[in-house]
């Protein structure tokens, strides 16, 4: 029985296609911390931004996913929207694995990782953090949409700060 993870062997990385949306919404929905979006926009997102998207899967089950993309603001920039490892495989290293690889692919034009993230959402706060460590460089956290942007949906949104991590050297990535 194997009781440590090797990252590399253990889990399977690639682009996803279409057809990983419904296993990607599965996989959000199970979070119950982040925003479950449509299924449809899931299917979309993986078949259109698959290049700067990511899922990890384990013996054919989908246990991670990042949904990313360049920043037509700032071209330099991946802005990555969801993160989700599914809760029997987190704290061994898949989503800072998963965004290491996004890096990988996109390191001809990106210097800088975006995120935004909640106040109350510690894991997400320690990935991100950790990662500008890992990287070797800065992270900086500036307001960004507030809980006014949101609309009334019967509980309130939470603010969501902006993660700006970089700029990163091309051999740190
Ligand atoms: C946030 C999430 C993606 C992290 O995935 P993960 O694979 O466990 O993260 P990693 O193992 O790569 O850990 C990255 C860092 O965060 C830290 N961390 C992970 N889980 C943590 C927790 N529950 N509390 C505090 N720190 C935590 C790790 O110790 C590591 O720190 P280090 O760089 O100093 O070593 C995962 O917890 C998750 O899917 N949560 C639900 C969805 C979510 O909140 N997504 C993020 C918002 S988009």
Not at 40 to 56: G, K, L, P, Q, R
Not at 101 to 108: A, G, K, N
Not at 132 to 159: R, V
Request: aromatic share 10%; glycine share 6%; hydrophobic share 35%.
């Amino acid at each position: 029985m194997t009781l440590t993870t090797d990252i590399e062997t253990d889990f399977h990385f690639r682009k996803p296609t279409k057809e990983d949306g419904a296993a990607v919404w599965e996989l959000i929905k199970g979070t119950k911390v982040l925003d479950l979006n449509s299924s449809y926009s899931y299917i979309m997102w993986c078949e259109i931004f698959s290049e700067t998207s990511i899922v990890a899967e384990r013996e054919g089950k989908t246990v991670g996913f990042i949904s990313g993309f360049i920043n037509p603001n700032s071209p330099d920039s991946l802005f990555i929207w969801q993160v989700a490892v599914n809760a029997s495989e987190r704290g061994k290293g898949l989503a800072t694995k998963m965004l290491r690889q996004l890096l990988h692919r996109t390191e001809e034009e990106v210097q800088y990782v975006e995120a935004t993230v909640s106040p109350s959402n510690k894991p997400s706060q320690s990935l991100f953090k950790g990662l500008a460590k890992k990287l070797d460089t800065n992270c900086d956290i500036s307001d960004y949409f507030t809980s006014n942007d949101f609309p009334d949906e019967g509980e309130e949104h939470e603010d969501e700060l902006l993660f700006k991590i970089g700029p990163i050297k091309k051999e740190n990535k």
